[in-house]
């Protein structure tokens, strides 16, 4: 596990682009570890596309496990990626409904929403895939806070 | 957007003009040094970039050989660098997802044509709108028709001869493709359905990002007898195809970096980057990897094979039926290869890793085609749409120092996002006409991101690989026509 999951009291929600010199990262903050899985979400949307006035929405439920939150955090971009360039829309966001940490690992369910591009959806930049690479989760002080990298 | 802290720099010691040691004290854990090919101009900037201690993470990996390497497009990647090769041995090595890349078998493909330059300046508008129209790019492009499960499995299989068996180009194509187009280690039943269904309906798509289409003129020979050999001459037009396995090679590295992941400390090894995630090459999920990314690359191959169809059908259109554009030759630059090469005074059998790095084998060696046999193999190098690409040869260096690789573009310098804060308000379609290329992009916000102040210059960093005796440049390439994603 990589931190205990539980609130941090009186956290707003933010997220923002990282440089990088081929790729583009996201750092994103959050009261607990399920509002960081959404913000982190909300993040590759804003990378991925335009979907300010997005209106045709169709919704998907997602599900992923894994051994630790970091690896969680890797399954739940991607599949949101893979479910995007599967369906050929723009991602527009993702809520958590739940969010478990057990001995025999994490495991996040929710729903995604996507628009398919039009003239109010305009594409920014194809997000190949969320990597490892110097990806962060960890709880601190100041908030549940993430680190991570897209390859574009 | 927050920058990022500078790195500490890591011990370099130069070796010559275009050689820079990263010695095994450097970093804890190092197997072998760190070997970076670059002059002063290119090794500056670098001195506090990421990519070094990338190159002296992939030194951690168990079983490499030699050292690992960084061409002098060397740039920050993610677990390996941009410009990374590394070789490792089939007994104590690995296989690591993250040295090949998300973009399996992503490599450039160079066809020639006998139009000259005043043959297309009248008509490059019509041109460029034409393939356009002709090859579906950016993202989300798709083909409106998705393959079914067997077809799929076919071209999983088959690779560029499957395009060519459907109609789509000859058997010279294959010749002239790197492995003919197909890894016969295929194994279509080790990807995902998420996989096949990102691909299915992919086939024959260019991408986004830094993947393009270019309409070229050959407007300098630097090597006047191997660009006969390779049937290049002044004046000449080309088009260049730089793409690859498209959703179907992305998702085959995101499940078997996941499967990595999970597996890495059950095998005992310790990475210094997750994303560095392997296995020994002799395990199971070695081979469910190399599998699914044979398929992806016979994948990446039939695309750009489909393309260059497309292509020619396009340029038949515009200039009547007499104009065939034959392949000079399809090279992979993102791709792990079982390959034998010299370590000491003994030949081995290696797997090496190449990533953003090109397979620059010399002329005599049996992988290259015979028609190029005398010459080398040719090598494509693409610069940015506003500058030039480089075709060169291999050199006997590059099987001496970099087990016959070489640099695979330019390389960038700059973020995608400091290069559209750079260029804010600068009309860039405007500016490339000024300089005679014409381009064609789905959304404007690209051309700022793969503008010219973006990337190092191509011809410096060939320059390094030339100097360092890997590659002789050949001909020089310029776009007159440009179409991006």
């Known amino acids: ?152 | 957007m927050s920058a990022l802290a500078a790195e500490p720099h890591l011990a370099l010691e130069r070796i010559d003009a275009f050689r820079w040691r990263i010695p095994r004290s450097a970093q804890a854990g190092m197997r072998v040094d760190g070997l970076v090919f670059a002059d002063d101009g290119l090794i500056e900037p670098l001195r506090d970039d990421p990519c070094l201690s990338q190159v002296a993470n992939v030194a951690t990996l168990p079983g490499i050989v030699g050292h690992s390497l960084g061409m002098p497009d060397l740039h920050w990647g993610y677990g390996f660098p941009i410009g990374g090769v590394a070789a490792f041995t089939l007994d104590e090595g690995v296989v690591s997802p993250g040295g090949i890349g998300f973009d399996i078998n992503c490599g450039v493909r160079l066809l020639r044509s006998d139009l000259a330059i005043a043959d297309v300046k009248p008509v490059a508008d019509r041109l460029a709108d034409a393939l356009f129209r002709a090859v579906p790019s950016g993202v989300g492009a798709h083909t409106g028709r998705r393959l079914n499960r067997a077809e799929l499995d076919d071209v999983l299989q088959q690779g560029a001869a499957w395009a060519v068996a459907a109609g789509h180009g000859t058997a010279d194509d294959l010749a002239v493709t790197e492995e003919g187009g197909r890894l016969d280690t295929a194994d279509p039943g080790q990807l995902s359905e998420r996989a096949r269904l990102r691909g299915s309906n992919q086939l024959g798509t260019l991408g986004s990002g830094n993947h393009f289409l270019e309409v070229q003129v050959v407007d300098q020979l630097l090597d006047p007898s191997a660009a006969a050999v390779l049937g290049l001459r002044p004046g000449q037009i080309t088009v260049m195809i730089h793409c690859g396995s498209r959703g179907l090679g992305h998702q085959v590295c995101t499940d078997h970096v996941a499967v990595m992941d999970r597996a890495v400390l059950r095998h005992g090894i310790s990475i210094p980057d997750r994303q560095l995630a392997c296995v020994p090459l002799g395990s199971p999920e070695a081979h469910a990897y190399l599998g699914a990314m044979g398929a992806a690359a016979n994948f990446a191959w039939a695309n750009r094979q489909l393309i260059a169809d497309a292509v020619r059908r396009t340029f038949a259109s515009v200039f009547g039926l007499d104009h065939s554009l034959p392949l000079v030759y399809d090279v992979s630059h993102n791709m792990a290869k079982f390959e034998r090469h010299r370590v000491g005074e003994r030949e081995v059998d290696l797997c090496v890793h190449r990533k953003g790095a090109t397979r620059a084998f010399p002329a005599g060696h049996p992988g290259i085609p015979d028609a190029y046999r005398e010459v080398g193999q040719p090598v494509l190098i693409p610069g940015d749409m506003g500058r030039a690409s480089i075709v060169g040869v291999g050199l006997p260096g590059a099987m001496a120092e970099t087990f016959g690789s070489t640099c695979h573009g330019a390389g960038r310098t700059m973020s995608r996002h400091a290069a559209l804060r750079q260029l804010r308000g600068v009309n860039l379609i405007d500016e490339l006409r000024r300089e005679g290329i014409i381009v064609r992009v789905s959304r404007r916000g690209l051309l700022a991101e793969e503008a010219s102040v973006a990337y190092k210059d191509v011809e410096s960093v060939v320059g390094v690989a030339a100097g360092a005796g890997h590659v002789r440049p050949v001909a020089r390439l310029r776009p007159l026509v440009v179409v991006k994603g």
């Open chain 1, 1 to 152: 596990m990589d931190g205990t999951p539980g609130q941090v009291e009186g956290v707003q929600r933010w997220h923002a682009a990282v440089a990088h010199t081929a790729d583009v990262g996201v750092r994103a903050t959050a009261p607990d570890p399920g509002g960081l899985l959404e913000e982190a979400a909300t993040a590759l949307a804003e990378l991925s596309a335009d979907v300010s006035h997005a209106k045709h929405l169709r919704a998907q439920e997602i599900e992923v496990r894994a051994d630790d939150l970091a690896a969680l955090t890797f399954a739940w971009l991607n599949e949101l990626v893979g479910l995007a360039d599967a369906l050929g829309e723009a991602l527009v966001e993702a809520r958590v409904e739940r969010l478990d940490a057990s001995p025999d690992g994490w495991l996040a369910r929710g729903k995604a929403t996507f628009a398919a591009y039009d003239a109010q959806v305009q594409p920014r930049q194809q997000v190949k895939a969320a990597t490892f690479h110097r990806l962060k989760v960890a709880r601190q002080p100041d908030g549940w806070n993430l680190e991570a990298y897209f390859d574009v």
